[in-house]
């Protein structure tokens, strides 16, 4: 199915179905998790089209969306912009994935592997010293993908959804 998948550059009148992705994927990754309240309060405020109007205006932020064939229907995507982790070594040229979201029906056929390579190839491009991210201490499938393509383990930090902390990892490969 990856082979129907198509990964482009997000564009302005993309930022609706960047949202609706991001919501989805949010809710699908941590539904059981965190309290379905807190999901949606969540979504509203860190999945909202503004923000994603926001990015997709600003020239350092880079943003791309992966469409389903036929119908070119929005099943993932990634954000690349200025680091803004709490890492002691944080270089004015470090990248952070901001988001790498991508619905379950598409996991384990490559299509996330791709968008990875997309946003590498960009950090690359744009000479960043590494890129980084964070991703939730306890998920497993993510943190081992992660590891695979490269990424170890730099620092920590914590992420507040409705009032309540969780741990994260903050992982990083040297470009």
Not at 5 to 10: C, E, L, Y
Not at 17 to 34: C, I
Not at 68 to 91: E, F, K, N, T
Not at 142 to 170: C, K, M, P, S
Request: charged share 20%; with cysteine; net charge neutral.
């Amino acid at each position: 199915m990856s082979s129907e998948v198509t990964i482009r550059p997000a564009i302005a009148s993309d930022a609706a179905a960047l949202a609706l992705v991001g919501q989805a994927t949010f809710l699908e990754t941590f539904a059981g998790v965190l309290g379905g309240a807190d999901i949606v309060a969540h979504c509203a405020k860190a999945h909202a089209p503004s923000l994603y109007t926001q990015w997709l205006a600003t020239p350092r932020h880079a943003l791309w969306l992966a469409e389903l064939a036929p119908g070119a229907a929005p099943v993932g995507y990634l954000v690349v912009a200025p680091a803004q982790l709490p890492l002691a070594d944080l270089d004015a040229s470090d990248l952070e994935f901001k988001r790498i979201y991508l619905l379950d029906k598409l996991r384990g056929q490559g299509v996330g592997k791709r968008l990875m390579r997309t946003a590498i190839d960009h950090a690359r491009t744009a000479g960043a010293r590494r890129l980084l991210l964070g991703v939730y201490a306890n998920n497993s499938d993510a943190i081992a993908f992660y590891t695979r393509l490269g990424f170890d383990q730099v620092g920590t930090r914590q992420f507040n959804v409705g009032g309540r902390d969780y741990d994260d990892r903050i992982l990083g490969l040297v470009l």
